[in-house]
């Protein structure tokens, strides 16, 4: 079953958004840096990451230290695609 969480960062003090498989694995990532919430990342497993970057290289069943806030999809979808808008909008 696919699920939807964020965990924050504060050493980079980032914000990821996951998008996650029934195995653990990462199929959409976001992430929006700084109290501006700018959108760095916003990656798909299917993307090929020269433009909106790339997922996690592990399951996150392999992970250690980050806390899960649980997300429906429509909070993950809100947020993807105004990172993904953001990422492809022309430079100002």
Same mark, same amino acid.
């Given at each position: 079953?696919?699920? =939807? /969480?964020?965990?924050? =960062?504060?050493?980079?003090?980032?914000? /990821?958004?996951?998008?996650?498989?029934?195995?653990? =694995?990462?199929?959409?990532?976001?992430?929006?840096?700084? *109290?501006?919430?700018?959108?760095?990342?916003?990656?798909?497993?299917?993307?090929? @990451?020269?433009?909106?970057? /790339?997922?996690?290289?592990?399951?996150?069943?392999? =992970?250690? @230290?980050?806390?899960?806030?649980?997300?429906?999809?429509?909070?993950?979808?809100?947020?993807?695609?105004?990172?993904?808008?953001?990422?492809?909008? *022309?430079?100002?």
């Amino acid at each position: 079953m696919t699920r =939807w /969480f964020r965990s924050y =960062w504060d050493e980079e003090d980032t914000w /990821f958004y996951f998008e996650v498989d029934d195995d653990g =694995w990462v199929r959409r990532q976001v992430e929006l840096e700084g *109290p501006a919430l700018r959108p760095v990342v916003a990656a798909s497993a299917d993307d090929d @990451g020269a433009r909106f970057g /790339f997922t996690a290289e592990s399951p996150v069943t392999e =992970w250690e @230290g980050h806390i899960e806030e649980p997300l429906a999809l429509q909070e993950f979808e809100d947020v993807w695609g105004v990172a993904r808008r953001h990422l492809t909008a *022309p430079e100002a």
